[in-house]
């Protein structure tokens, strides 16, 4: 929508709607900037073509507009998250690989929302406790590979937690240095399974 566009009023009921367009271009502009300190609700406003006023209804300032963009982002990924662990069948560690490869293909083509949700001021300053699931997932998946005998028995969360590391130094790198000469990260990740979770190469290869 133009700029310079009024956008007429919203009937009655359509509150909940708006909201969701405001989080909408908030996460647009999020993933353009990859910075919630660049982003300003004027800027929201005209990108949805409302007034400035109508954003303060629904958000009183940047950081709960930032937090509730997030939040839904975080929502829309873990139920890719789910539909991509599905294609692993029943077998846990193509499962576990698949929601790996996921979020790595995820960080690169959501680079500017990667950097809000692990690297922004918000992140630092407030506790985003919808991240949480990210990790009760990870963790899950982990310990279903040991308990099916696929990887030795461990700390689940400490294994998750050293592959979490793993693969978001290698997103990194690849989002902050893309000139990088770097392996496929498909090749990484088989590496990490292999050497931090404990899957027999030839379950993996």
């Keep these: 929508m133009d700029a310079g566009t009024t956008r007429s009023r919203n009937r009655r009921g359509q ?13 647009r502009m999020l993933n353009e900037l990859g910075d919630d300190e660049a982003l300003s609700l004027r800027a929201v ?3 949805v ?4 006023t109508s954003v303060y209804i ?5 950081d709960e507009l930032v937090f509730a963009a997030l939040e839904q982002s975080t929502a829309d990924l873990l139920r890719d998250l789910e539909q991509a662990e599905a294609s692993g069948g029943d077998d846990p ?13 995820w960080s690169r083509e959501y680079a500017g929302l ?16 919808f991240k949480e699931e990210l990790s009760v997932r990870a963790i899950a998946a982990v310990q279903a590979c040991m308990d099916a005998g696929l990887a030795p028995a461990d700390d689940a969360a400490a294994v998750a937690l050293d592959l979490r590391s793993a693969v978001h130094g290698a997103v990194s790198i690849r989002i902050n240095e893309p000139e990088a000469d770097l392996p ?3 090749d990484q990740v088989d590496r990490f399974l292999c050497r931090l979770v404990g899957v027999p190469i030839e379950h993996v290869f």
């Design 58 to 62: 629904h958000f009183t300032d940047r």
């Design 93 to 105: 560690v193509r499962r576990l690989r698949a929601r790996v490869l996921f979020l790595g293909a």
């Design 184 to 186: 496929p990260l498909e």
């Design 15 to 27: 509150g909940e709607l708006l909201r969701r367009e405001i989080i909408d271009a908030a996460l």
């Design 49 to 52: 073509g409302i007034a400035a």
């Design 114 to 129: 990667y950097k809000v949700l692990h690297e922004s001021t918000l992140n630092r300053r407030m506790h985003l406790v």
């Design 45 to 47: 406003a005209r990108e």
